[in-house]
């Protein structure tokens, strides 16, 4: 007020810069929601000081909640299945040890309120603050994503391999069956014929003028030669200690 006049005084400075830094800002911010929709990741934070917990509507779908509902740890951890939930504790009990490294890994079910049963990935970091000598914890920050695909693979594939062990092992039991069959056959059947043709041809060898008994000579000695590979054939096909002994005395 000046000589009973009422004066305004305005100050004017350029905000450019700021207001172009808040621009890029939003965007990227923006660009950072996009990314996290697309990929179904929501993000949560968890003051540990208040005990407060903020979620993204993503994250709350993922515990099938609605974008609504007031979300506390009361609440996420009534639906952690009752099977994981101490597995969860542990690992945030972990990540907020000022002593740790405060990440933040854990892969754990969920029960939706229908009786759902989802697979969630949860992976985060703590932060902390310095007070004196003492690092006390103050946030846990991360993301959660639905797994339960990924789970289903790994079940289906660990079911797939236990049913190929099992159809492996059956194989090979067949196998050995059939090489057992074999080497009986060759040690009782072939085996004992062949012992009666070497018998039946020295009986004939010893009744036999001289020109003839060289030829049963040599018939009993490839006879022989033959019996003899097929004794060979048989312990290599189903050695006998296997089935007499067992598996440790046949070894020794």
């Known amino acids: 007020?000046?000589?009973?006049?009422?004066?305004?005084?305005?100050?004017?400075?350029?905000?450019?810069?700021r207001k172009a830094a808040e621009t890029v800002l939003l965007e990227s911010e923006a660009r950072l929601r996009l990314a996290a929709e697309a990929a179904e990741i929501g993000a949560w934070?968890?003051?540990?000081?208040?005990?407060?917990?903020t979620c993204s509507d993503r994250s709350r779908a993922l515990f099938g909640l609605s974008p609504e509902a007031q979300v506390d740890c009361a609440l996420f951890y009534s639906r952690v299945h009752s099977e994981d939930r101490k597995r969860v504790r542990a690992a945030a009990c972990t990540a907020l040890n000022a002593k740790g490294t405060g990440e933040y890994a854990i892969d754990a079910r969920c029960v939706w309120p229908d009786g759902t049963v989802r697979w969630i990935s949860a992976r985060g970091r703590a932060f902390f603050e310095s007070g004196g000598q003492r690092r006390r914890s103050r946030r846990l920050i991360g993301i959660v994503r639905d797994i339960t695909e990924r789970k289903?693979?790994?079940?289906?594939?660990?079911?797939?391999?236990?049913?190929?062990?099992?159809?492996?092992?059956h194989l090979q039991l067949a196998?050995?069956?059939e090489r057992a069959r074999i080497a009986r056959e060759l040690h009782d059947e072939i085996g004992q014929n062949l012992t009666a043709s070497i018998l039946h041809l020295e009986a004939m060898l010893r009744s036999a003028g001289s020109a003839f008994s060289m030829?049963?000579?040599e018939c009993s000695a490839i006879i022989g030669q033959t019996l003899s590979a097929v004794r060979?054939?048989?312990?290599?096909?189903?050695p006998p200690q296997l089935h007499t002994s067992g598996l440790t005395a046949s070894l020794r």
């Not at 934070?45 to 407060?52: E, G, H, L, Y």
């Not at 060979?232 to 189903?238: F, V």
């Open 232 to 238: 060979d054939l048989s312990l290599e096909l189903r």
């Open 215 to 217: 030829r049963l000579e």
């Open 175 to 177: 196998r050995e069956d």
């Open 152 to 169: 289903q693979r790994e079940t289906d594939l660990e079911r797939s391999n236990v049913e190929l062990r099992c159809l492996s092992t």
């Open 45 to 53: 934070d968890w003051d540990a000081v208040n005990n407060a917990l």
């Open 1 to 17: 007020n000046v000589g009973g006049v009422p004066l305004l005084i305005q100050f004017v400075r350029d905000i450019s810069q």
